[in-house]
């Protein structure tokens, strides 16, 4: 299988030692070069390496479905969500956000939590979008400060592991509980894209760990 054209590389800046830490964030015991069995397949005799000169992950099988090649960043989005999730060449801020999601599983962002104040009447969907959303706001904000944040059904669909209506009633739910606050919103088809700022319960927390991230 021929190695792609563009984007050898995950992503500017990522090391051997950073793309170690980020396999072990996803669960793969095998070191660089050595297959194991691949997280985006059923079949535990199919097999995949992540190729230690490009740092990107390759199937080892033949798919009518998938493509040979993934970043680390589609590998994580593909187990959070529970499915294959293919960021493609038009998805650079949704792969960015991905990159640093698995970067801060790994251990290699810092960044301060805001608890959301979630009342106790909240369905358990609810809550875990709302964990969900907040780490996304908070790598956002990496970026962007305390803009409002682009929460498309979709994107809260794989980001939180839920399927995409349960995800947008959760979302619907917190913005009718409050916690979620709706300012603005991107022109985008076939319907506008809601930009969301979240209701913070209490002061930023002290750098968390990644063991208490949010885990789908």
């Not at 390759?58 to 970043?71: A, H, I, N, V």
């Not at 960021?87 to 698995?102: E, I, K, M, P, Q």
């Not at 979620?180 to 927390?205: E, K, M, S």
Request: aromatic share 8%; hydrophobic share 45%; with cysteine.
């Amino acid at each position: 299988m021929p190695l792609p054209d563009a984007g050898l590389t995950a992503r500017n800046g990522l090391t051997v030692a950073d793309a170690r830490r980020m396999t072990a964030a996803l669960g793969i015991a095998a070191d660089l070069g050595h297959e194991f069995p691949c997280l985006l397949a059923d079949d535990p005799d199919r097999l995949a390496v992540v190729d230690p000169e490009s740092l990107r992950y390759q199937l080892l099988y033949r798919s009518d479905e998938l493509k040979s090649w993934w970043s680390l960043a589609e590998v994580c989005a593909s187990t959070v969500a529970g499915h294959p999730v293919d960021l493609g060449a038009f998805s650079g801020v949704r792969h960015a956000r991905w990159w640093d999601r698995l970067r801060y599983q790994a251990g290699l962002l810092d960044v301060h939590r805001r608890p959301l104040a979630i009342p106790d009447r909240a369905s358990p969907a609810a809550r875990r979008v709302a964990a969900g959303f907040e780490l996304a706001y908070v790598l956002n904000a990496l970026h962007h400060g305390d803009a409002p944040f682009a929460f498309s059904q979709r994107y809260a669909a794989e980001w939180c592991g839920l399927p995409v209506k349960v995800a947008a009633q959760a979302v619907r739910e917190l913005v009718a509980l409050g916690v979620l606050v709706i300012d603005g919103q991107l022109p985008t088809r076939p319907r506008p894209t809601p930009l969301y700022v979240p209701t913070i319960a209490v002061p930023a927390t002290p750098t968390m760990s990644p063991l208490e991230a949010f885990a789908s």
